[in-house]
């Protein structure tokens, strides 16, 4: 089965760090652009960052830029959001999603609490 | 950066009924070199991730029912749903995936009269 998984949610005071991995299985993960995505309480969705599927290119939503960064490791089938200096603007479920034009694979979600 | 917006917000038809939702976005999405609309529609239901219902503006999705279809070309786009069903009951959301960052639309929510 394709599957997303995200893990590494919770809460954290402003200012503060979180790290959000995203396990990929039931596909060749290495051939894919892979996207992370996030959703406030109530909102609408919102781009965030975005990688190359050999990781070489990465891309930022200007709310972040400067604060996350996005990796990935192809040979652990694992896709990450590191994300500091974290504000409470940045509360949401964040989703990651393949990317093979649109959005064709999502993952269930994280939640990210940044409150004091 | 492209903006996209949608309309309306919310929505309510009666069941058996068309409902249209439309998609604009700030610059075209029509990429010349392969005549594609690079334009996404997503259905989205309470506690759950978004859904891919219709890619390059008109291509359903495998597993998605016919009644749901999408049109459109350059900048301007619609959802069209051709007979409400119950299970249609969700918030629908277009996306742009031209350039980034892939900017989507602040979302439709659809309710049954």
């Known amino acids: 089965e394709v599957q997303l998984v995200e893990s590494g949610g919770g809460l954290v005071q402003p200012g503060g760090s979180l790290r959000l991995s995203c396990t990929a299985s039931?596909?060749?993960?290495?051939?894919?652009?892979m996207h992370w995505v996030r959703q406030a309480p109530g909102k609408g969705l919102e781009y965030v960052s975005a990688i190359s599927s050999n990781g070489a290119d990465t891309y930022y939503a200007n709310s972040v830029r400067g604060r996350f960064t996005i990796s990935r490791d192809n040979s652990k089938n694992t896709l990450f959001l590191q994300m500091g200096s974290l504000r409470t603007e940045d509360m949401a479920v964040y989703y990651c999603?393949?990317?093979?034009?649109?959005?064709?694979?999502w993952g269930q979600g994280t939640m990210v609490t940044v409150s004091s | 950066d492209i903006v996209v917006t949608q309309s309306p917000d919310s929505l309510a038809v009666s069941l058996g009924e068309r409902a249209t939702i439309t998609c604009k976005s700030s610059?075209?999405?029509?990429?010349?070199?392969?005549?594609?609309?690079?334009l996404a529609w997503y259905q989205q239901k309470p506690g759950q991730p978004p859904k891919l219902l219709i890619s390059?503006?008109?291509t359903r999705e495998s597993g998605v029912p016919d009644r749901f279809s999408g049109s459109g070309s350059g900048t301007d786009f619609t959802l069209t749903i051709s007979s409400l069903q119950a299970e249609d009951v969700a918030v629908y959301h277009c996306q742009q995936y031209y350039s980034t960052p892939y900017a989507f639309g602040q979302g439709t929510k659809l309710e049954i009269k």
């Open positions: 610059q075209s999405v029509l990429y010349r070199s392969d005549n594609k609309n690079y």
């Open positions: 390059w503006a008109s």
């Open positions: 039931g596909f060749t993960f290495s051939t894919y652009p």
């Open positions: 999603a393949r990317q093979p034009g649109a959005y064709d694979i």
